[in-house]
Structure formats: structure tokens, C-alpha cells
């Protein structure tokens, strides 16, 4: 039976919207200065990272433009499977840019991983990492990420752009899941 009650599927609120809006800001005021005198290519990856791209770049002063990925690296499940496979590529020639990569959550770090390779392998000037969430404890591969929101304990969590199911992404907040939900 389909429910309109989303809050009552929710076991824990992590971030409200104004601790991500404020995080945001303070990310973007750092990645202002970092890039004090250079535009940005934002490039966000589809789809969990609509609301951080969306944000981050009304909250940064720097001359930036947007390009969008797609990526797979989940099957039917929840957890990386690795293999990533591109849906939707850019359309942007990265030569001479600086790219900004801008997520929404690293849990294994296999996408991010394999993504920045991918783009640093297109000519770019430099490729950066912005992620709102980060799980240290569910890391398989070593990763270089410049900007983090918030590292996070290892469960799952919806909400502000991430799903479960394709639900919940348009949550203002992030939060976990009641155990009814997925069981
Ligand atoms: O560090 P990893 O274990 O590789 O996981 C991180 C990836 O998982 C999520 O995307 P997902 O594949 O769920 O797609 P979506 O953005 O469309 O929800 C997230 O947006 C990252 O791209
Ligand atoms: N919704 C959601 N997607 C993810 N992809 C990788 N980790 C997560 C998570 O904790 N929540």
C-alpha cells in the first residue's frame, strides 16, 4: 500500500537542513579561496548529488559551470559492487579544466575512485572531490577527497538527494531508516 507518511519511516535524524546548509557554506567559503582566481567545472554525479550540486553552487562566488554524470556501480542492492559502468557522460571537454567532483556520499569509495581516474585521464588542470558524507569504516580503496561534510558511521542513511528504492531523496534532512522499511 502506498503511504504518504515518509517521517514515520525514518529512525533517526543525522543533519537537519540548516546543519547541511550551513556545512555547505562553510565548504564552499573554503573551496572560494582554494580557487581564489580560477573558474570551476562542477561536475555532479546523478543522481544522489542533485540537491549538494544544487546548493554548493548557489553558496560558491567563484565563476563556475555545471556538467552532470551518471554512473552505476550498484546492482540490485546496497552494497558498491565495484564494476562501474557510465550511463551518462559529460559533455564538457575537461582539457585545462578544473574539475570539481561533487557527491553526495563515499561509502566504499569504489565510485569516487574509479571516477576521478576516469576524468584525470581527459587532460583536466586538476581534479578535486566535494562530498557532503563520507563512511571512514566502509572504505575499500584509499581515496583523496579535499572536501568532506561530514564523516559518518557505517549504516545507511536517506535523505537530501540519497534514496533508498529511489525514495526519499527529496528529504530536506538526512536520516536513518526504521528497520520496518527494509526488512
Ligand atoms: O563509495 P561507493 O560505495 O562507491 O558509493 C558511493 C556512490 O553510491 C551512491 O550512488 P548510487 O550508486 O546509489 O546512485 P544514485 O546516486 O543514483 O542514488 C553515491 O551517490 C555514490 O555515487
Ligand atoms: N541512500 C544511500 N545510498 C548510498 N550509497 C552508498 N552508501 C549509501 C547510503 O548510506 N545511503
Sequence with gaps: MDSNDVQSDLKHVLYTKEEIQQRINELAQQIDADYAGRDILLVGVLKGAVMVMADLARALHSHITMDWMAVSSYGSGTQSSGVVRIL????????????????????????LSWLKANLLSRGPASVEICTLLRKPAAAKVEIDVKYVGY?????????YGLDFAEKYRNLDFIGTLAPHVYE
Design 88 to 111: 551518462k557522460d559529460l559533455e564538457t571537454d575537461l582539457m585545462g579544466k578544473h574539475v570539481l567532483i561533487a557527491e553526495d556520499i563515499i561509502d566504499s569509495g569504489l565510485t
Design 151 to 159: 564523516d559518518i558511521p557505517n549504516e545507511f542513511v536517506v535523505g
